[in-house]
């Protein structure tokens, strides 16, 4: 578990003026990853079966997340970093920023199970607030899903899968890229807070750039908010505003998604 709290500021040289970069406030995922049942909308988790378990019961992910968006030499988009362990200890540091801007982004992790398959999810709510404490203060709440490719498994004999679940194996590659791929999306959307809304780029849509994720929910005219390698984030329809980041369709990829 994660204790204690983490701030990195990013380097600069001297300046004239105040650095008014947004602060960002990361909550980590906390404890071990879990094997989590879909049922009617509800979800019942449990521990990943032993022979899928490694001496890393997170399997590193919130580590490897504090360690991309803490290097400084990245030069990030945030005037500092703050690694928090709960909403009111967040809450607490948001009272420290008045007059500022700060993004709040909370993340939580599971291994779902499919029947047959597994795949790795990350949700992360984010809460951008400006001008904090203020009488012009604004939130705005963004809830995100990450999905990473299915893999086969099975968890009900799961020594016929060990090899996706070895150390350094296929699950700890999409873990690994995962951090990767949130940190680059959070920089994105801090970055965008500094930006006002009449110079944010106009977002295609996936219909008009042919793109193909693995989503049920998508739609043609749902807009692309930011595309990597193999990988696109569309803002969906259902809730209003809900990000997905979808791994694009590919001949070896099921039909399985959200």
């Not at 709510?125 to 203020?134: G, K, M």
Request: charged share 15%.
């Amino acid at each position: 578990m994660l204790v204690g709290v983490l701030v990195v500021t990013a380097a600069s040289g001297a300046e004239l003026s105040p650095d008014m970069r947004p602060v960002l406030i990361l909550e980590p995922p906390q404890g071990e990853l879990l094997l989590a049942h879909r049922v009617a909308h509800l979800s019942d988790k449990r521990a990943l079966p032993r022979a899928w378990r490694t001496s890393e019961p997170d399997r590193g992910f919130s580590q490897a997340l504090l360690m991309q968006l803490s290097h400084v030499a990245a030069n990030w988009p945030w005037r500092s970093l703050i690694v928090s362990i709960s909403a009111a200890q967040s809450d607490s540091h948001l009272q420290t920023l008045s007059g500022q801007d700060a993004v709040v982004a909370v993340a939580h992790d599971e291994l779902v199970d499919l029947g047959g398959k597994v795949q790795f999810h990350v949700t992360m709510d984010l809460v951008t607030v400006r001008s904090i404490a203020s009488a012009q203060q604004q939130r705005a709440r963004t809830p995100v899903e990450y999905f990473a490719p299915v893999l086969t498994a099975d968890s009900s004999q799961p020594r016929r899968s060990l090899a996706a679940f070895a150390m350094d194996g296929p699950l700890d590659d999409q873990v690994s890229t995962a951090a990767t791929d949130l940190s680059q999306f959070l920089a994105l959307i801090v970055a965008r807070v500094s930006v006002p809304n009449s110079l944010h780029p106009h977002n295609p849509t996936l219909g008009a750039l042919g793109l193909h994720p693995v989503c049920a929910a998508c739609r043609a005219s749902d807009p692309v908010v930011y595309r990597q390698p193999g990988r696109v984030w569309v803002r969906v329809g259902k809730p209003p505003g809900r990000i997905l980041a979808l791994p694009l369709r590919t001949s070896k990829t099921g039909s399985q998604g959200p």
